[in-house]
């Protein structure tokens, strides 16, 4: 698979000076020190936001480090019920207030997330894992440094007729009944929304319909039409084809940090690609 992508660790940007209001922070509580901040690849370039959004046209995002504040948040009961930990800790970190993490597409969201634990924590990431070709349980050590930046631009988009509409959203041309599809990324919130209903069915013993629900939030039009009626209908009647060909395009066209390394068991030395697998040591690697 040919795409185009950046380390993660790779030098970006970095922080030549803090941010005032870091300074303001620092000033007022007497100390003569400011937490470090530092900027992180937005995966979207900044292409698919509104023009109203603080990140249009922006390809970075500055945040702030880590500190035992944030720690804080980590372990929160409240909010690890609830399931906003993650929510909480990066609309804590990032710098620009008018920015709300809920409007963040997933890819700058993870990005965010991956430079937090590696500047909190280092890049060295050891998670116990069974191993796919003798199930033997062992500890394997991934480098965090060596995530990918997949800007969402494999070249296979075009021969699968995708086009990009330049507002965030793209068109795509079905290959069973010829409709055209246009649809668009997913936000926080977008993806906190879907969860979220998925939860309710699953504790009132409901039909989850999670292909359903998750093509009716990604797709805006039918064919022009962006009526939520003529939606609604497409999607309980699309063919299993032309479902399993959108789902297909909208990973394609979804820039995100790619988390994919070599795995090699040290039992029976099974090598193969691997998602590096996030649990609850994260953030919590001594723990």
């Not at 993490?101 to 993870?110: A, F, K, T, V």
Request: include cysteine.
């Amino acid at each position: 698979m040919s795409r185009n992508r950046d380390r993660v660790g790779s030098p970006a940007q970095s922080a030549d000076a803090p941010s005032p209001a870091v300074m303001q922070d620092a000033a007022a509580a007497g100390f003569s020190f400011v937490v470090p901040t530092e900027f992180v690849e937005l995966p979207s370039q900044g292409k698919y936001y509104p023009e109203s959004h603080p990140l249009c046209g922006e390809t970075s995002i500055e945040i702030r480090q880590m500190t035992a504040k944030d720690e804080d948040l980590l372990t929160s009961r409240a909010l690890i019920k609830k399931g906003v930990v993650l929510d909480r800790l990066i609309q804590s970190l990032i710098v620009d207030k008018t920015i709300d993490s809920d409007s963040l597409l997933i890819g700058d969201r993870n990005a965010i997330i991956i430079a937090t634990r590696v500047s909190g924590y280092g890049n060295e990431y050891g998670v116990q894992i069974n191993c796919p070709n003798c199930g033997e349980r062992q500890e394997h050590n991934f480098d965090l440094n060596e995530a990918n930046v997949y800007y969402g631009d494999d070249p296979r988009l075009e021969t699968l007729h995708v086009t990009n509409n330049e507002n965030g959203t793209y068109n795509t041309v079905l290959p069973r009944t010829s409709v055209t599809v246009t649809f668009r990324l997913f936000t926080g919130e977008d993806e906190k929304a879907i969860i979220k209903i998925i939860t309710d069915s699953r504790k009132r013993n409901l039909e989850e319909k999670n292909v359903t629900r998750q093509l009716n939030s990604m797709i805006v039009a039918v064919n022009g039409d962006d009526s939520r009626e003529a939606v609604n209908y497409f999607v309980n009647n699309m063919p299993s084809i032309d479902s399993r060909h959108l789902r297909t395009v909208f990973e394609l066209a979804t820039p995100d940090i790619d988390l994919t390394q070599i795995f090699e068991c040290g039992d029976c030395a099974h090598v193969q690609d691997m998602e590096v697998p996030l649990t609850a040591e994260f953030f919590w690697p001594d723990r």
